[in-house]
């Protein structure tokens, strides 16, 4: 929907629009809120989180890097599970995340908008948001908080063949219907060895195919002696609070309004170093049984009368299902909703857009937070941990030059902890 040809009926005003309800979009919400700034919010809570997992998954970020930040730091995961009556767990299940999430939402932003926005365009210095109902609102701030979904990344391999066959771990949902099924998990990351753990819990019989081989994240056997005897000596105190990356780039990560000073090529240094494909030891034991086969190129995919057979290195194997567990890749290109035009006005290193330090496009008014800014910011903006430090980052770019109407928080301690 082109909204550039549709007469402008503007019932609804506000000075900044978040489009995502996301960790990043309510931390955002909540954070525009306290400075006194007139906000709407838009979007399904925890719908990546809620639709696009698989079930039984579990979190693996630390808990103090797992909660959704509000101003006051008082919508914590820890205050959830006392009022839940829940008893912490060693590991976080997907499903009290979520909960997590929605009673976030319900507590900061109760009056979220759940109406589809369907195409965002700019006129007269200011935004026009068209919503699926044909209502449209108008404000002079756009934050895009809309994650990651629709940017997944599908080798070319496997262009062509249907959902029911291979379909990315982002369509994983439930386990179950695979038992006695046979099926490849495409990966080597967290995810690929979630998925594959999962479906042979389920019964399914698993392969784990990969070009390079499993790494695992945090493996005391991978580590050299000195750095074992350095750990030994130092304990805790060698861990960051989100542990992002290899030590130690993993507190480099922790800063990222210094990562955004560094030279963009230096950024793209640490971003693929921190964000390479790894896997959480606590996931070790439970695919023990499975098959890895890693080293593996798959040069084509192709349908056959029970599955789909893959062509590997000096082999070729058949399946029932394909899972695609290799991950995103962000692009501007990609978000749909907003218009063409404004799409072209938009600064881009690798499809990523180009942001300033507070987290501002080239279009002057039109932000994007989460995975849209690991290019500008660094890797822990693909974590629920950096929605803290945008929220702060943005919520000072919206307020400067901007009158607050009924402040709650001194706009001072939105600087805290950057």
């Known amino acids: 929907m082109n909204i550039a040809v549709v007469p402008f009926r503007c019932r ?16 955002a919400a909540a954070h525009l809120r306290a400075a006194g700034l007139e906000v709407r919010v838009f979007g399904e809570p925890m719908s990546f989180w809620r639709h696009h997992m698989p079930e039984g998954m579990k979190i693996r970020s630390p808990w103090q890097a797992t909660h959704i930040a509000d101003p006051q730091a008082a919508l ?25 999430g929605l009673w976030f939402q319900n507590h900061a932003v109760p009056d979220l908008d759940q109406r589809q926005v369907v195409a965002v365009d700019a006129a007269d210095d200011e935004f026009r948001l068209a919503l699926a109902d044909g209502e449209i609102v108008a404000a002079r701030r756009v934050i895009m908080a809309t994650g990651l979904l629709g940017h997944e990344y599908r080798p070319a391999a496997f262009a062509g063949l249907p959902r029911e066959l291979v379909f990315h771990s ?13 099926v490849a998990v495409i990966g080597r990351g967290q995810s690929a060895c979630e998925s594959a753990a999962l479906l042979h819990e389920a019964g399914a019989e698993v392969e784990i195919i990969s070009r390079g081989h499993v790494e695992w994240n945090a493996d005391p056997q991978r580590r050299g002696v000195l750095r074992r005897s350095v750990r030994a000596a130092l304990g805790q ?63 084509q995919a192709r349908r056959a009368a029970n599955g789909v057979v893959l062509e590997l290195d000096g082999a070729s194997r058949q399946f029932d299902h394909v899972v695609l567990a290799t991950g995103y890749r962000f692009s501007v290109d990609r978000v749909a909703l907003l218009a063409p035009r404004l799409r072209g006005k938009i600064v881009q290193r690798d499809g990523l857009p180009v ?30 941990a950096g929605a803290g430090f945008a929220a702060r980052r943005v919520t000072r770019a919206a307020a400067r030059g901007r009158r607050a109407t009924a402040p709650s928080l001194p706009l001072a301690a939105l600087a805290e902890h950057d």
């Open 12 to 27: 609804l005003q506000c000075d900044v629009a978040v489009i995502g309800a996301g960790p990043y979009g309510l931390a």
């Open 76 to 100: 914590t995961l820890d205050r959830y599970f006392l009022e839940a009556g829940l008893a912490r767990p060693t590991l976080l299940p997907l499903a009290q995340f979520v909960d997590y």
């Open 170 to 182: 982002c369509e994983h949902g439930a386990s179950a219907p695979y038992r006695g099924k046979r």
């Open 237 to 299: 105190r060698l861990i960051p609070p989100s542990q992002v990356g290899p030590f130690p780039l993993s507190w480099l990560n922790e800063a990222p309004g210094l990562i955004h000073s560094l030279p963009s090529s230096l950024r793209a240094r640490v971003n693929e170093t921190s964000l390479r494909p790894t896997a959480i030891t606590w996931l070790r034991e439970r695919i023990r049984h499975v098959p890895m086969l890693g080293g593996q190129r798959i040069r």
């Open 355 to 384: 942001l300033d330090a507070r987290f501002e496009s080239s279009v002057p008014g039109l932000h994007f937070l989460g995975a849209a800014a690991v290019g500008s910011f660094g890797p822990l903006l693909r974590f629920i």
